[in-house]
């Protein structure tokens, strides 16, 4: 496996475990900018071992725990894959999330999270796929 990937793409990711992220991030160490569609985050601080990472895009699934190093975390929740039990606690997990970061966007519906810190250049919104497009800086 090429060592200088930056950019990973994970789908269908049952678990995401510690012994997962380990094995990544020993053959790909500099990831910045990971999107796993995962339905389960199994340890709560899986992500911590991708020490470069800068941007985290999470579908179906909110991690317990964001890296530290995140400078923009974006987060889709599916109504569907969630009980009506478990909404409130998920949407204190996000609130949690929010408080972490200077600036966050929701897309109206309230399904999608766009949570960032700075990003040098974009001073007014934009749309999300965009962001990685003109601001190869993150």
């Given amino acids: 496996m090429p060592r200088n990937v930056e950019v990973l793409q994970l789908m269908r990711v049952p678990n995401m475990n510690d012994a997962t992220a380990k094995m990544i991030t020993k053959h790909m160490p500099d990831i910045r900018l990971l999107n796993i569609e995962c339905l389960s985050y199994r340890e709560s601080d ?15 699934f909110c991690p317990v725990r964001i890296p530290k190093t995140l400078k923009l975390f974006a987060f889709t929740r599916h109504f569907s894959l969630f009980r009506q ?54």
């Fill in 46 to 60: 899986s992500l911590d071992n991708f020490r470069n990472l800068e941007c985290l895009i999470s579908d179906s």
């Fill in 85 to 138: 039990r478990n909404l409130s606690s998920i949407d204190n997990l996000i609130k949690s999330h929010c408080e972490k970061f200077t600036k966050h966007i929701t897309d109206g519906k309230i399904d999608t999270y766009y949570l960032m810190i700075f990003i040098t250049g974009i001073n007014t919104y934009v749309p999300f796929g965009s962001i990685f497009a003109e601001n190869t800086n993150i």
